[in-house]
């Protein structure tokens, strides 16, 4: 999102706790100046002078919101609140909030749109909701809050995630030559790769506030939106020599639903260009060319593994906050 942003004329400052920064895949990233803090702390001085906030920062998967409900709640939920409520007393005029389409929990519309009963089926999801509905009630006409119910992201990065559904099918592929589904491969999803995410979080600081105001808008494509089984065909399609394994192990899960993104294209023009065969190919030709070993797959680029890491070797502590050191 960093060089979108730049690209499109904007200065950029980061405010991130840190705690994923050396989980790299290739050439370091060229990271803006910034705020090394927890999303806890935050103060209302460091947000001053700003135009915008893009706020991102969450405890960002299913498994880990079920591991600590808690303490999703006060990151993902207390936390980003807060940090409306602190950008709007630093006088900040915009908030961009990344929520997630995850929110319609299990839906058996045709397509969902904004207006759907909203229907979180995990801790992750229904603080998502939870931070939509308080931030909402703080906009007035100084404070301009809008919420992108991104669908699931896929998508090489440098810091890369690999416990997200199209990179861990791909990942898995270019490391042991299967594509292993462990549900049935009916439930539907819906998926977005990163570049056109940071694509929309640009379209949508550039809007006419009038446009935006308040509003929540899914970002994705009709296009992918895709049952699981399709997706991991696009990854054997995608992986020389890879073959698929659907073995409804865990049964039909419950989170299946199909997302309407005409909102979005409506109010601000954007269009996703990334489809799931074109992410799985840019996924198995990095992976390939960054040498993807088993150790960072299961380990470095899946969230939940590298926390219990980072808390097994005293980094953090049992709330994930960083454990200060002498130097």
């Known amino acids: 999102m960093v060089p979108a942003l730049v690209a499109a004329g904007h200065e950029v400052t980061g405010l991130d706790s840190g705690l994923f920064a050396d989980c790299v895949l290739g050439p370091l990233p060229d990271d803006p100046p910034g705020f090394r803090v927890d999303l806890r702390d935050v103060t209302s001085a460091q947000l001053s002078g700003f135009d915008a906030v893009i706020h991102l920062g969450a405890l960002s998967?299913?498994?880990?919101?079920?591991?600590?409900?808690?303490?999703?709640?006060?990151?993902?939920?207390?936390?980003?609140?807060r940090l409306a409520a602190l950008a709007k007393e630093a006088g900040v005029k915009r908030f961009l909030y990344a929520s997630t389409c995850s929110v319609y929990g299990a839906s058996d519309q045709e397509l969902v749109t904004e207006s759907a009963p909203l229907q979180?089926?995990?801790?992750?999801?229904?603080?998502?909701?939870?931070?939509?509905?308080?931030?909402?009630?703080?906009a007035d006409h100084s404070f301009s809050?809008?919420?992108?119910?991104?669908?699931?992201?896929?998508?090489?990065?440098p810091r890369l995630r690999a416990d997200i559904v199209l990179n861990n099918l791909v990942g898995y592929a270019v490391l042991t030559g299967d594509v292993k589904v462990l549900s049935d491969g009916t439930p539907w999803r819906p998926l977005v790769h990163a570049q056109d995410i940071a694509a929309a979080f640009v379209a949508t600081?550039?809007?006419?506030?009038?446009?935006?105001?308040?509003?929540?808008?899914?970002?994705?494509?009709?296009?992918?939106?895709?049952t699981v089984?399709?997706?991991?065909?696009?990854?054997?399609?995608?992986?020389?020599?890879?073959?698929?394994?659907?073995?409804?192990?865990?049964?039909?899960?419950?989170?299946?639903?199909?997302?309407?993104f005409s909102a979005f294209r409506n109010a601000v023009g954007f269009e996703a260009e990334w489809s799931v065969a074109d992410g799985a190919a840019e996924?198995?030709?990095?992976?390939?060319?960054?040498?993807?070993?088993?150790?960072?797959?299961?380990?470095?680029?899946?969230?939940?593994?590298?926390?219990?890491?980072?808390?097994?070797?005293?980094?953090?502590?049992?709330?994930?906050?960083?454990?200060?050191?002498?130097?």
């Open 61 to 81: 998967n299913d498994p880990l919101g079920a591991l600590a409900p808690q303490i999703t709640y006060d990151i993902n939920h207390h936390a980003s609140v």
């Open 120 to 138: 979180p089926l995990t801790p992750y999801a229904a603080s998502k909701v939870a931070v939509e509905y308080e931030v909402a009630a703080m």
């Open 145 to 157: 809050p809008v919420f992108l119910r991104n669908a699931t992201a896929f998508g090489f990065s």
């Open 205 to 226: 600081l550039d809007a006419p506030v009038d446009a935006v105001h308040c509003a929540a808008f899914n970002v994705g494509s009709e296009k992918n939106n895709l």
């Open 229 to 260: 089984a399709q997706i991991a065909q696009a990854v054997v399609e995608a992986v020389p020599g890879s073959r698929l394994l659907i073995t409804g192990e865990t049964g039909a899960d419950p989170r299946s639903y199909r997302v309407d």
């Open 283 to 327: 996924l198995y030709k990095e992976y390939s060319a960054a040498g993807l070993s088993s150790t960072d797959f299961f380990t470095t680029f899946t969230r939940l593994s590298h926390l219990e890491k980072l808390r097994e070797s005293g980094a953090i502590d049992a709330s994930l906050r960083r454990i200060a050191t002498d130097d």
